[in-house]
């Protein structure tokens, strides 16, 4: 039954604005600039108590970014570019929160947030074309555009065994971590998940628990960070370069700017291969990908660098059965989200951590006491859960979206998502998705996808208004178009053999598509950029 009934205008508690952002995150924050700069009154609606995004709720030890810091910030504002100072390669998560609350404040954004705020419906009006946009509190807005900013890794999930609520001791997920600082001294403490998060929280918590026992279901590629402070000299440097370095991230490949490959990773001598991989290894992840023009499509090719990595894990773990137990053998490299870490496969070898191979003893159920597998029951203090997000279409699925002629966006999307660039939806006019599926979105530095994708929508609406349109929506044709173009180009990669949160695999009945276009940020920003050139091909404005 329908428990949302859809508000009327009328309603004395209605705002109305000209835009409306849902997420205070870099892309939520960055389309308010860009709005306020429109001089459209725009409102950011959050549901977090701060701004932030990833970077308000993703807390647990050892978090950081594994782009660059001088890769992972805005470009927009070469002021800001300037002014701002990183102090480490790659930036931990307070270190980011304080960028994010240094460009609200200097960008005068906060007074555009409502925070605490989370959007429960979002309704097309046909009669009159706008949207009726509805939080859980019970607060209505009705807006002309409608942005989604609700990002891509926003809505955690559990394991799908009984018991999580029974279990006596504390849990924690590592994407809804306390603010205060969470002690493990001595502790008996099982993480659940080796992926990102898993990977860079272990190597923390086991330097002070008691005992720690990681249950592994899928062993994953991880490379060594080399994290170090940003020296002043490399700092000024880049700095000096940004302009030219920021244009060459736009047209690459991922968002990060690394020589392009020549050859067949197939054609070279084996000393060849090795050699170019120890030039990369420890420095350059997105170079691991690239070493070779095949690297990512034929398996071949992309097992010279997977064994490559086997060896890397065979050299760090001193057991030889944990060492296989985390060599990864069932998708090839770089098709699930390859990590980076901080001593990583290195805690295998402390004697108070432990490997638990959830393929060959799969989890049952938490207890009171635990954590149950088919062999045995751990008994533990304190469970977290590492176990990654409903991602891409998680997030917006939990909001009730319905385009023209009340159709829900789930219903739409019953068998994957299509989108028009990933950027609109055939039918749900004005509403826009940031970094949505069907765009480079997570195979990019998400940074460079966002600005581009929050250009775009600020470019077409100010060029729809010069019009005197107040309406732009995507034609299902050239949505029909992009979807398989997205899905023809992920089909020629080995992305889809993996069984990835890329491919819906990690949410029980999720349906099996490959969700971000693989086809590169640069040749994606080359079209978007040509079809606005070329008066917006796939889309009518009215
Ligand atoms: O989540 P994940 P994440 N029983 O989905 C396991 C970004 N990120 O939070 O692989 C047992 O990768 C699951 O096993 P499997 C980055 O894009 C970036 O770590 O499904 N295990 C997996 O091991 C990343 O990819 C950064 O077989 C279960 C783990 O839990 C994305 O966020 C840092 C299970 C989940 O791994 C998500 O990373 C952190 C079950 N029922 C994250 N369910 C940086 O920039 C799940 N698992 C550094």
Redesign the pocket.
Known sequence: TDTLAQPTTTEAATTRVDALVVGAGLAGLYMLHRFRGLGLDTVVLEAGDDIGGTWFWNRYPGA???VESMEYSYSFSPELEQEWDWTEKYPTQPEILRYVHHVADRFGLRDGVRLGTRVAAAHWRDADGRWTVTTEAGEVYDTEQLVMATGC?STSKL???PGVEGFAGRTFH?AHWPHEPVDFTGRRVAV???????I?AIPLIAEEAGDLTV?Q??A?FSMPANNAPLSDEAQAERKRGYRAHRQAARESGFGIPVPEATSSALEVTPEERRAQYESVWGRNLVGMLTSYTDSIVDADANETAAEFVREKIREIVDDPETAETLCPRDHPFGT??PC?DSGYYATFNRENVHLVD?RRTP?VEITERGVRTTDAEYAVDDLVF????DAMTGTLAAIDVRGRAGVRLVDKWADGPVTHLGLQVAGFPNLYTITGPGSPS?LSNMMVSIEQHVDFVADTVAHAHTRGDTVVESTEEAERAWTDHVREVGEYTLYPRADS?YMGS?VPGKPRVFMAYIGGVGNYRQHCDQLAANGYPGFVFS
């Open positions: 950081r970014c594994d890794l394991p799908e065994i590592t659940i998940g080796t992926g990102s998060s898993g860079q249950f279901r899928t994953n699930k989200r980076l959830l989890l590492a176990t990654g997000f997570v949160w990690n």
